[in-house]
C-alpha cells in the first residue's frame, strides 16, 4: 500500500496559541522520519465478538430513554484510494443534550442523565460504513478563554486497517453559530478541509417520526484526508 501526502494545512496546526493547551503539549523538536516499511505493519483486526448489543445504540445503555433530541449517524469509512475500510473499529463519545460529559472531571453546571453514558463503539461492514444511534450532544463550556463554548460535537477514533491510517477526529453538526469561534475548529488551516468535519442532514437517513439522519464520511489519509480533531 503505498500513502500520497496529505497536503498542508488538512491536519490541525500542532501549536496553536489561541488554543491555549496546545502550547504546552505542541512538539517542541523537528519530527523524526520513520524509514519502516508501512505495508509491513498491519493494524489490529477486530472480531464482531467485541460488540455488546447496544454498543452502537447509545439511547438504549441505560434502564429508560435518555434526555434530548434522538439522531442516527451513518457514513463510510475510506482510504486514500477511495475503496472501502472493512470490519474496522470505530470508537465514538460524547457529552449529553445538556453538554456534561459522564467524567468525574466535567463538574460544570449541567445535569447528567442517568441514561445516556456517552460512549459507542462499532465495526464497518464491508462496504466500510457504519451507523450508530445517539443523543445529539449540546453545546459545552471548556474554560480555555472568555466564554469559550464548544460547538456540538462527536469524538471519534478511527483504527484504519494498518497503523498508519490512525485518526482522531470529531464530527460537527451543519451551521453551528460556535465554528468562527472555536480555536479547535479554526485550528485546522484549510478552510475546506475543516468542512470535512461537518456532517450533513440526511432526509433519507432520517427515520420516520423518531430521529433525524447525520451522515459524516471520514476519508484516512490522501490528498481527500479528513482532518485529526484533537
Ligand atoms: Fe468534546
Redesign the pocket.
Known amino acids: 500500500m503505498r500513502f500520497d501526502p496529505v497536503p498542508d494545512g488538512v491536519y490541525p496546526r500542532l501549536i496553536y496559541p489561541p488554543y491555549k493547551s496546545t502550547q504546552a503539549r505542541g512538539p517542541s523538536q523537528a519530527p523524526l522520519r520513520l524509514q519502516a516499511p508501512v505495508a509491513a505493519q498491519p493494524g489490529p483486526g477486530f472480531a464482531r465478538a467485541l460488540l455488546r448489543p447496544f454498543d452502537a445504540d447509545l439511547t438504549r445503555q441505560g434502564s429508560a430513554e435518555p434526555l434530548g433530541e434522538k439522531i442516527v449517524v451513518t457514513g463510510r469509512v475510506l482510504d486514500e484510494d477511495g475503496r472501502p475500510v472493512r470490519d474496522s473499529l470505530i470508537e465514538v463519545w460524547?457529552?449529553n443534550a445538556a453538554g456534561r460529559?459522564w467524567h468525574k472531571k466535567d463538574q460544570h453546571a449541567a445535569p447528567l442523565d442517568p441514561n445516556f453514558f456517552g460512549l459507542g463503539k462499532l465495526l464497518t461492514d464491508a462496504a466500510g460504513r457504519y451507523r450508530f444511534i445517539t443523543i445529539k450532544p449540546g453545546p459545552?463550556p471548556w474554560g480555555n478563554h472568555d466564554k469559550a463554548w464548544?460547538p456540538a460535537?462527536i469524538?471519534f477514533s478511527l483504527f484504519g486497517n494498518v497503523h498508519a491510517q490512525r485518526l482522531v477526529t470529531?464530527m460537527y453538526f451543519p451551521a453551528d453559530p460556535l465554528f468562527d469561534f472555536d480555536p479547535i475548529f479554526q485550528g485546522i488551516p484549510d478552510a475546506a478541509a475543516r468542512q470535512r468535519l461537518v456532517a450533513r442532514f440526511s432526509m433519507d437517513e432520517t427515520v420516520g417520526g423518531e430521529m433525524l439522519g447525520y451522515v459524516f464520511d471520514i476519508v484516512l489519509r490522501g490528498r481527500a484526508a479528513t482532518p485529526f480533531g484533537l
Open positions: 460524547q457529552c460529559y459545552y464548544r460535537h469524538h470529531q
